[in-house]
């Protein structure tokens, strides 16, 4: 991410998420907040798209083919950690690298809900110049300014009120692979000591494959480079270590098979991304 800049990678996965709102087959998707949170260039391009329009020339319509892809992908991603969300019962939800994510203005099940969006200070304030029009679902939402470069996560969690003497669900949906190994414990490091029991922790990892060198090569151009990648046993150990057992980790691939044809065809070679969800193991719980 450029400084000054929100981030690029964002937009394309918010993208993504607002091409499959009411074209995707998937009873279980929806997110209404997509359109709404792009920015004017982005969301021209997507109504263009919805419109039917024909593609200006070549670079046009690999962006068409690729965010096809994409919002295929956004589907299954998006309701495997949407029903590890509902899955539990908790006070607080904390998205660390929140980007463009509309969960507090779409999921009603927040609405007993504190939820707390951690993110760049450039990408905050590019979001919350377009969350006006949008219905709140939760409870209250707080926004987290945090530039890692500069700023400690358990100090701005801290003062913006989360309690870490009450559960919390912890989103990490679309940063570990932008963070080095190094930065990816100290992170999981301030989560095992703001989570007590009954916590969870959902994170979205890329795992060594082939095919991650050439999504690699297209987020460096980005300005957004990749920097970590786990196998599910290195990630289940990583977690375990702060205090966290897995309960489930599938790949992209494996969640699309599951729901629907449609998405499992178009998502079966994506197998370097996963999803792992995590509980709070009580006996390493320290509150």
């Known amino acids: 991410m450029k400084p000054g800049q929100a981030s690029r990678t964002a ?6 998420r607002a ?5 995707s087959a998937v009873g ?7 359109r709404a ?9 997507v109504d263009r798209i919805l419109e039917g329009a024909a593609p200006k020339g070549w670079r046009e319509r690999l962006e068409r083919a690729y965010l096809d892809r994409n919002s295929k992908v956004m589907v ?12 539990v019962t908790a006070p607080q939800l904390v998205i660390l690298g929140a980007g463009l994510d509309g969960r507090a203005w779409r999921m009603p099940e927040l609405a007993d809900v504190v939820v707390f969006e951690v993110d760049h200070p450039d990408s905050q304030r590019d979001k919350r110049a377009r969350i006006g029009a949008l219905d709140q679902k939760a409870r209250d939402v707080r926004f987290v300014p ?6 400690r996560l358990d100090e701005a969690l801290e003062a913006a009120g989360h309690d870490s003497s009450r559960a919390t669900v912890w989103i990490w949906e679309g940063v570990v692979m932008y963070l080095t190994p190094a930065d990816v414990e100290a992170t ?18 890329h795992s060594p494959a082939i095919l991650l060198r050439l999504v690699g090569f297209l987020v460096r151009r980005l300005g957004e480079p990749l920097r970590s990648a786990f196998s599910a046993e290195a990630m289940r150990g990583l977690l375990g270590r702060h205090g966290f057992g897995v309960v489930q980790d599938q790949t992209i691939a494996t969640i699309g098979s599951t729901v629907c044809p449609e998405i499992g065809r178009a998502t079966r070679h994506i197998k370097h991304l ?10 390493r719980a320290g509150h």
Request: proline share 4%; with cysteine.
């Open 28 to 34: 279980r998707y929806s997110d209404p907040t997509a």
């Open 146 to 151: 945090v530039d890692f470069t500069r700023d």
């Open 188 to 205: 999981l490091a301030i989560i095992e000591q703001r989570s007590t029991d009954k916590s969870r922790l959902i994170v979205a990892y």
């Open 274 to 283: 996963r999803i792992a969800t995590a509980n709070r193991i009580p006996s």
């Open 19 to 23: 091409l499959a709102h009411g074209t």
């Open 11 to 16: 937009v394309l996965v918010c993208m993504g």
């Open 37 to 45: 949170l792009l920015p004017d260039d982005a969301r021209l391009r």
């Open 76 to 87: 299954a991603r998006t309701v495997a950690i949407d029903d590890a969300v509902r899955a």
